[in-house]
């Protein structure tokens, strides 16, 4: 059974940057996913980042990427999300997510089977 954990929301200006943080317990076996997905108020759950945990891909929403990077540290067993150039369109909870999926799931919250509590990220325009 695996445990997810995040810390490092927080409050921030437009144009700066945070670092989210996901502790993991529990064993991550091949074939899981951990990723990141956000939540504004009175919008879906939106699909970020994520990255394989045995493999070397990672993938990223359009309006991520070249701003956002996902980085893991398996011997600690974290997986962080760096968050730079803020908009305040990246205003949410940010949830850890992990699971055993295959590549065409990735982008897809369904296929996570373990979430963490989630974090506030607010960005001031």
């Known amino acids: 059974q695996v445990h997810l954990v995040e810390s490092g929301g927080g409050v921030v200006q437009a144009g700066g940057s945070l670092r989210l943080s996901c502790a993991a317990s529990g064993s991550l076996y091949s074939g899981y996913a951990v990723g990141w997905f956000r939540q504004a108020p009175g919008k879906e759950r939106d699909f970020v980042a994520s990255?394989?945990?045995?493999?070397?891909?990672?993938y990223y929403a359009d309006s991520v990427k070249g701003r956002f990077t996902i980085s893991k540290d398996s011997a600690k067993k974290t997986v962080d999300l760096q968050m730079n150039s803020l908009k305040a369109e990246d205003t949410a909870v940010y949830y850890c997510a992990a699971g055993r999926l295959i590549t065409s799931e990735i982008r897809n919250g369904r296929g996570y089977t373990t979430w963490g509590q989630g974090t506030q990220v607010t960005v001031s325009s």
């Open positions: 990255l394989k945990w045995n493999g070397g891909s990672s």
